[in-house]
């Protein structure tokens, strides 16, 4: 049992939850490494959406409602972590969702279908094929699904996967709470926040935005400034901290 009033207590229920869920096979036993790096750059972040992470939330909201094929690509962490709020992002957006996996065996593949499911996503399913120029098994996807996406939301992302996806001309949007990972780097736009705080705010901006306000987010897109931003509140919260 772990105490509501413990400090950590979501950090920890999370923990927990992702614990359960790499044993069902959901997770990936390297995906709990992934989230700890993760919490610690939110440590860095102050577990908080900054006002540059909003403006990231509000252009990809922007990305997916004026693109023409959008798809939200799922992993394990994902699937565990937000298979609800990816759901509503389906709702808000109209994007396809598809399950994409490094470790990838079809009985996950079909496992985490199930838990998108559950959680309320209409999951785009069937034989996928190897389409993406990669060496691993991430290169796996569906023809009418995200290898013929123009908008593609790729969180917690590899960085080859997504220098790949860029490569093949999609835009692509990553949520990562690491400036500094290829993945950060690589994408059309990065949203530097945690997961679970960023798909609602990409969701309410999705049914918010009017369509003059969507070309003006897309128009003046400049990853480099969000990238510069995220890296300038971390540095600012660090030297402050002990203050
Ligand atoms: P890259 O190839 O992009 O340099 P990597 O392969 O080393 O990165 P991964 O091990 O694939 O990175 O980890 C996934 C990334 O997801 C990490 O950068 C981590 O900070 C981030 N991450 C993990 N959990 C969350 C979360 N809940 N919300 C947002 N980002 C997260
Ligand atoms: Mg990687």
Redesign the pocket.
């Known amino acids: 049992m772990i105490p509501k009033d413990h400090p950590r207590y979501k950090s920890l229920v999370t923990r927990e939850m992702l614990g359960n869920a790499a044993k069902k096979g959901i997770v990936a036993m ?1 995906g709990l ?3 700890g ?3 610690a ?2 440590y860095l972040l102050g577990e908080r959406t900054t006002d540059s992470a909003r403006l990231a939330e509000r252009t990809a909201a922007a990305l997916l409602r004026t693109a023409r094929h959008p798809v939200i690509s799922v992993n394990g ?1 994902t699937a565990a ?1 937000a298979a609800r709020e990816i759901a509503d992002l389906q709702k808000a957006s109209g994007a396809l969702v598809e399950v994409n996996l490094f470790h990838r065996t079809e009985e996950r593949v079909r496992l985490l279908e199930g838990v998108l499911r559950d959680g309320g996503a209409d999951v785009f399913s069937g034989p996928a094929e190897r389409l993406l120029p990669l060496s691993h098994d991430r290169a796996f996807c569906r023809r009418e699904g995200m290898y013929t996406a123009d908008v593609i939301l790729v ?6 996967r ?1 220098e790949a996806l860029v490569g093949m001309g999609k835009t692509v949007i990553a ?4 400036p500094l ?4 780097r690589k994408a059309t736009l990065t949203v530097v ?4 705080r ?1 798909l609602p705010e990409i969701t309410q901006a999705c049914r918010e935005l009017a369509p003059d306000e969507c070309s003006r987010l897309v128009a003046s897109l400049d990853n480099h400034y969000l990238l510069q931003e995220a890296i300038r509140e971390m540095t600012t919260r660090l030297s402050h901290v002990l203050d």
Do not use: K
Request: aromatic content about 4%.
């Open positions: 390297e490494t992934a989230h790096r993760g919490e750059f939110d962490n972590l969180p917690l992302e590899d960085g080859d997504a949520i990562d709470l690491n990972s290829r993945t950060a926040d945690e997961l679970t960023a």
